[in-house]
């Protein structure tokens, strides 16, 4: 089949323009020669620009095992598009991708620049990809630990969409008086990353021009997004939705504890506590013989006695029955927490 996919004429990569066979070239010279981001990021231009109508992708695993799929490249076109509408870019914007090019987040910042026309630079998706850069950019993309790392800088961003992850509070306070428009963004594989977008202060998530959503009678976000997704998309995310276009994220169904027959949302706890908390945590249902389940609460920290106010922002059923401490989280390879692994060491 004939490849009709184009390039933006006002697309740029690291300062340079680029025809199909050009950019084909230099993605053949990252293979040969490059890192392994841009390895990865030169497989990813030589599978865009082949004859086939999709990409092959890894998802990160969070919620299973790691699998490969298939992504149509008409989707991915609708979902730059979409984004393009809903964060006002326009061609010539800067934009910096330093997310792996080898999940579907940092493929998109790629897609997005080919098919908006942004001024795109690359760089080694580390932990603190602003080190050593001066430069101010439109449009960024990061996971909460590279925000975090970069908290010094990160006024070099106008717009910064964080994923992955949630932000915590910490971070969210630091970034509370600087002159950056950050938004936490939810979204999947299934959906081409985002179809909604919050500013980190606002409750409730704004659905994308290209989505519609529902709930089911678990209370379980659906979604409707036939440009970029096959089918209804069916959620195991818990919302309160506030209109037809907007939410607020509650929780994992498939995180809630059943304690003594009382139902907790781990989400929920977590929200109370991170004002008291300044380090990673989380709270998981561990096996009990009287409660079926008790509440845990698991800190990235040395031990250390917490703050009283902590336990006193809780209800007497959200009250965690043990506090373990971990050296390390362990994480899927895009920075999510792998809450029940964690504690399988």
């Given at each position: 089949?004939?490849?009709n996919i184009?390039?933006?004429?006002?697309f740029?990569?690291?300062?340079?323009?680029?025809?199909k066979?050009s950019i084909?070239e230099?993605?053949?010279?990252l293979i040969?020669?490059?890192?392994a981001?841009?390895?990865d990021?030169?497989n990813l231009i030589l599978?865009w620009?082949?004859?086939?109508?999709?990409?092959e992708?890894t998802?990160?695993?969070?919620?299973?095992k790691?699998?490969?799929?298939k992504l149509s490249?008409?989707?991915m076109?609708?979902?730059?598009l979409a984004?393009?509408?809903?964060?006002?870019?326009k061609p010539?914007?800067?934009?910096?991708l330093?997310l792996?090019t080898?999940?579907i987040?940092?493929k998109m910042?790629f897609?997005?620049?080919?098919?908006?026309?942004l001024?795109?630079?690359y760089?080694n998706p580390?932990k603190d990809?602003?080190?050593?850069n001066?430069?101010?950019?439109d449009?960024?993309?990061?996971?909460p630990?590279?925000v975090h790392?970069?908290?010094t800088q990160?006024e070099?961003?106008?717009i910064?969409?964080?994923?992955?992850a949630k932000?915590?509070?910490?971070?969210?306070?630091?970034?509370?008086d600087?002159?950056?428009?950050?938004?936490?963004t939810?979204g999947?594989?299934e959906?081409i990353?985002h179809?909604?977008?919050k500013?980190?202060?606002?409750p409730y998530?704004t659905?994308?021009p290209h989505?519609?959503i529902?709930t089911?009678?678990r209370g379980?976000l659906m979604?409707e997004?036939?440009?970029v997704?096959?089918?209804l998309v069916v959620?195991?995310?818990?919302?309160?939705m506030?209109?037809?276009?907007?939410?607020k994220?509650i929780g994992?169904i498939?995180n809630?504890i059943?304690?003594?027959g009382?139902?907790l949302?781990?989400?929920?706890?977590e929200?109370?506590?991170?004002?008291?908390?300044p380090y990673?945590?989380?709270?998981?249902?561990?096996?009990?013989?009287?409660l079926?389940?008790?509440?845990?609460?698991?800190i990235e920290?040395?031990?250390?006695t917490?703050?009283p106010?902590a336990?006193?922002?809780?209800?007497k059923?959200?009250k965690?029955?043990?506090?373990?401490?971990?050296?390390?989280?362990?994480?899927?390879p895009?920075?999510?927490i792998?809450?029940?692994e964690t504690?399988?060491?």
């Amino acid at each position: 089949m004939e490849n009709n996919i184009c390039i933006h004429p006002s697309f740029r990569l690291n300062g340079h323009a680029f025809t199909k066979e050009s950019i084909s070239e230099m993605a053949i010279s990252l293979i040969r020669e490059g890192e392994a981001h841009e390895k990865d990021l030169g497989n990813l231009i030589l599978q865009w620009f082949d004859e086939n109508d999709y990409i092959e992708l890894t998802t990160s695993g969070t919620t299973g095992k790691p699998k490969t799929i298939k992504l149509s490249k008409e989707a991915m076109e609708h979902s730059a598009l979409a984004t393009g509408e809903f964060f006002k870019l326009k061609p010539g914007d800067s934009a910096l991708l330093c997310l792996p090019t080898r999940y579907i987040a940092g493929k998109m910042m790629f897609v997005r620049a080919v098919v908006l026309g942004l001024a795109l630079d690359y760089v080694n998706p580390t932990k603190d990809p602003l080190k050593g850069n001066n430069k101010v950019y439109d449009f960024v993309a990061m996971v909460p630990l590279q925000v975090h790392n970069s908290i010094t800088q990160i006024e070099q961003c106008k717009i910064l969409i964080v994923g992955g992850a949630k932000l915590n509070s910490l971070t969210k306070e630091m970034l509370k008086d600087m002159l950056v428009d950050v938004y936490e963004t939810y979204g999947m594989t299934e959906t081409i990353t985002h179809i909604a977008a919050k500013k980190i202060d606002d409750p409730y998530f704004t659905v994308l021009p290209h989505a519609n959503i529902s709930t089911d009678d678990r209370g379980c976000l659906m979604i409707e997004a036939p440009l970029v997704a096959n089918g209804l998309v069916v959620t195991n995310d818990i919302v309160e939705m506030q209109n037809d276009i907007q939410f607020k994220w509650i929780g994992r169904i498939d995180n809630v504890i059943n304690s003594g027959g009382v139902k907790l949302i781990p989400e929920k706890i977590e929200q109370k506590l991170s004002d008291y908390i300044p380090y990673r945590f989380y709270v998981i249902g561990k096996n009990d013989e009287s409660l079926g389940q008790k509440l845990v609460l698991v800190i990235e920290h040395e031990p250390y006695t917490l703050v009283p106010e902590a336990m006193e922002s809780l209800e007497k059923f959200e009250k965690p029955k043990e506090i373990l401490f971990v050296n390390k989280f362990k994480e899927t390879p895009t920075g999510k927490i792998l809450r029940k692994e964690t504690l399988e060491v």
